[in-house]
């Protein structure tokens, strides 16, 4: 059985006529990897959201009627819903919404298999409902009270307190879970970077080809898939690539949110604490795809405060991209990045070893 699904977008940047339609595919690739058939797109423009509502009280209307009709049972909305937002479509359309964090919340943890990124992701999700339930049964006892008089202390209320109490140990938890393991993890990484060896990372999009390369160049054989995010879990290489460790991680993703990068701690560790780090291109996207995801990847590296002189750009699937790499990819590279680059394939091996020379010159001039 599939799941009928919406996905409804709010276009607040009236003027940007070409990254939408991208923006929009991403997400609606990202809802069918969560098992959603998408069974139209419904977009409003207007520059600004409606406070409770997120779209305008007439589309909304439209929409009640619609879900009905069409048997809809979740709405996936692009925009990243406030808790009062969510709850109200959800009373009104009267099917399950979820918004862009909770799309992608999902697909890792469709992927979660180890215990830092499950921790990781559920004190991502802790984080995030903690405040919808005090929405949602804020709402709920509001309704209740009339009937009891002012002063009642219903089931209802302790009940109120008690899960959010809950919640909130669980996410205090948690969270010193994961600081002992961050802890445990600083301090593996300081001893990597005793021994003097490059640590090089690949970084990029999910679906880039960061494991296919680090297979490549490792003789490794993990995973690797079309499926969005199929690595989570940060894994390192021996030393055995003639004294270079490889680092694979997870995948970035247009429009995550900060709230989720956040969450995954540990693997910005990883990436921070690298010499080197390879920033993995899919040069068969389409160039407009491309340039948002470059600049998506090199915003959220300069936010975890990796320099970009540690950085070269591997312009992957080379194989794949034809004609496009030399007319419009790598122009488009030298015009706009002052990172070196080199054109690779994971597939065929095209370039490899021109990879791995640009690695140790890099590292060379680090030093
Ligand atoms: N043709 C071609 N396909 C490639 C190349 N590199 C990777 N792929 C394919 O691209 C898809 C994604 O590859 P992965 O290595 O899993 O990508 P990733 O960047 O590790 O993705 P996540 O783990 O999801 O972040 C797979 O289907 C690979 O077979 C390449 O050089 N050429
Ligand atoms: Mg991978």
Request: glycine residues 6%; aromatic residues 6%; contains cysteine.
């Amino acid at each position: 059985m599939v799941t009928r699904a919406f996905v409804v977008m709010l276009r607040t940047k009236v003027h940007d006529h070409f990254e939408w339609p991208v923006e929009l595919a991403e997400f609606r690739r990202l809802v069918g990897a969560i098992g959603l058939e998408v069974v139209d797109n419904i977009i409003q423009t207007r520059s600004h959201k409606h406070s409770g509502l997120l779209l305008g009280r007439g589309r909304v209307e439209e929409l009640v009627q619609r879900v009905v009709a069409e048997e809809i049972e979740v709405v996936a909305v692009y925009n990243v819903l406030k808790s009062m937002q969510k709850y109200n479509l959800q009373k009104k359309l009267g099917c399950e919404v979820i918004d862009r964090y909770e799309v992608v919340l999902r697909i890792f943890e469709r992927e979660a298999r180890d215990r830092v990124s499950k921790l990781q992701l559920e004190l991502a999700r802790l984080q995030k409902s903690f405040p919808f339930i005090k929405v949602a049964v804020g709402e709920q006892l509001k309704r209740e009270k009339p009937s009891r008089g002012e002063f009642s202390r219903g089931g209802g209320e302790y009940a109120y307190h008690s899960k959010l109490q809950q919640v909130s140990k669980r996410i205090t938890k948690v969270k010193s879970e994961l600081a002992k393991l961050r802890r445990e993890n600083l301090s593996r990484l300081r001893a990597r970077r005793k021994l003097g060896i490059p640590i090089v990372c690949l970084v990029g999009c999910y679906n880039a080809g960061k494991t296919s390369l680090f297979n490549a160049l490792t003789g490794a054989e993990k995973e690797v898939s079309e499926r969005p995010f199929t690595t989570l879990a940060s894994k390192v290489s021996q030393a055995s690539n003639p004294g270079v460790f490889f680092v694979d991680t997870i995948g970035f993703a247009l429009g995550l949110d900060p709230a989720l990068i956040s969450a995954f701690q540990l693997n910005m560790d990883d990436m921070r604490a690298s010499d080197v780090v390879v920033l993995v291109v899919d040069a068969a996207d389409d160039i407009i795809l491309l340039r948002m995801k470059l600049r998506r990847v090199i915003s959220i590296l300069d936010e975890i405060g990796i320099e970009r002189r540690r950085l070269i750009i591997a312009l992957n699937k080379a194989d794949l991209a034809g004609a496009r790499l030399v007319e419009q990819v790598t122009p488009f590279i030298e015009e706009h990045y002052d990172i070196e680059w080199v054109a690779v394939s994971a597939v065929t091996g095209l370039n490899l070893s021109e990879l791995e020379a640009l690695i140790r010159k890099r590292y060379a001039a680090l030093l």
